[in-house]
């Protein structure tokens, strides 16, 4: 095991001092008004260890993170019958693109991009209120997380709901190609009100736990998916997670890894640990600059990548 004690710090250490910090979105405003000095980071182990650095408590919008746990929710409720909604394959394309949609008849890429996500929560809407819908979703991440004080910010949500044009416009073109089955704004209540999620790095990683363990929670011993919808969904993280630039991540990092546009990152290291990293500077694609680089330091410290040990050097 190695000495993720003195990693997670030195890593901290590292970021703290990094010149190159990127800059929050700031087509949200309370996302613009964000410190861009912080970072944060936690990794929490098979064994049950937790390893905290820099601003591991602060509290951060989830953003497009939240697609994970929408995502499992999703699949619990329709199982496969979801892909014949949303594509499993990477976009190549930003992640508000509205392009594809067109000439692929209203079926988003993958579930993680906005369209695809948007379709996820029209499935999570059931027959239920967007309110309603919203509380089951955060009753499941905080029953993940082991943590009761999870909620949603206020704030951002209706920040979300005020600015968020484009999403309004991908949720009514894919209603008028048959592909959402309630109104689009209460899918779309639902959706901006799971990205406005307030977590910290130490309860992102502790929720992202059942992927990391074969689809199992590690407190209860609760199966919360199959080992084969864990590992799938990890795949669609490694394939799709970070959009654009997913190809870039899976090959600096090695990980499965989602991000979102408030600075956060979870990544799973399958079968050794579950980590988050916080920074809410972004790079020219959306995902934290100094989160995507911490996370390359710490696979190639650890060795940890679903493709072989990254602390080997190249030759």
Known sequence: ???????????????????????????????ARVDPGQFGMAVVTADGGVFTGG???????LQSVSKVFALTLALGRV????????????????FNSIVQLE????????????????VVADVNLGRSAPRASLAELINFIRHLADDETIAVDVEVAGSEAQTGFRNVALA????????LNHAPEDVLALYFGQCAVAMSCRQLA???????????????GHRVVSEARARRINALMLTCGH???????????????KSGVGGGILAVAPGRASIAVWSPGLNAQGNSQLGTLALERLAMRTGWSVFGRADVPDA
């Open 103 to 118: 000439s692929e008849h209203g079926i988003p890429r993958n579930p993680f991009i906005n369209a695809g996500a948007i």
């Open 1 to 31: 095991m190695p000495d993720l004690t003195a990693i997670v710090a030195e890593i901290a250490e590292e970021m703290r001092a990094a010149p190159d910090r990127g800059r929050p979105a700031d087509y949200i405003p309370p996302l």
């Open 79 to 94: 199982g496969d019958q979801l892909w014949d909604r949303v594509g499993r394959e990477p976009s190549g394309s930003a």
């Open 55 to 61: 601003s591991a408590d602060a509290l951060f919008s």
């Open 206 to 220: 502790m929720a992202g736990r059942y992927l990391m363990a074969g689809g199992r929670n590690p407190t209860s």
């Open 243 to 257: 959009y654009d630039a997913s190809g870039d991540f899976a090959f600096r990092v090695g990980l499965p890894g």
């Open 172 to 179: 009514n073109y894919m209603k008028s190609f048959g592909n």
